[in-house]
């Protein structure tokens, strides 16, 4: 439970996306409803788009859809 709010809480402050500043919480919701490519979670959270044309966040984004997959 304590470790789940944890999670929480790092999830929202973390910014995955740090050109747009879009935290990993947003960008797991997105994976959780069904973008299950970077494309699909660029488009519904506009990570991606921002200076670096998705250099940074890419490569984490795709972690956190290969995590999900591997675990649902
Ligand atoms: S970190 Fe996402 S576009 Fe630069």
Same mark, same amino acid.
């Not at 998705?54 to 966040?57: A, L």
């Not at 490569?59 to 972690?63: A, D, E, F, G, N």
């Given at each position: 439970m304590e470790n $789940?709010? $944890?999670e929480q809480i790092l999830d929202k402050l973390t910014k995955v996306c740090t050109c747009k500043a879009i935290p /990993?919480?947003? +960008?797991k919701d997105a994976i959780?409803? #069904?973008a299950h490519t970077v494309e699909e979670v660029s488009k519904a959270t506009g990570a !991606?788009? #921002?200076?670096c044309r #998705?250099? /940074? !966040?890419t490569?984490? +984004? @795709? @972690?956190l859809i290969d995590e999900h997959l591997k675990n649902n």
């Open positions: $789940n709010l $944890n /990993r919480s947003k +960008i959780k409803v #069904g !991606c788009i #921002g200076g #998705g250099y /940074r !966040c490569p984490k +984004i @795709q @972690q």
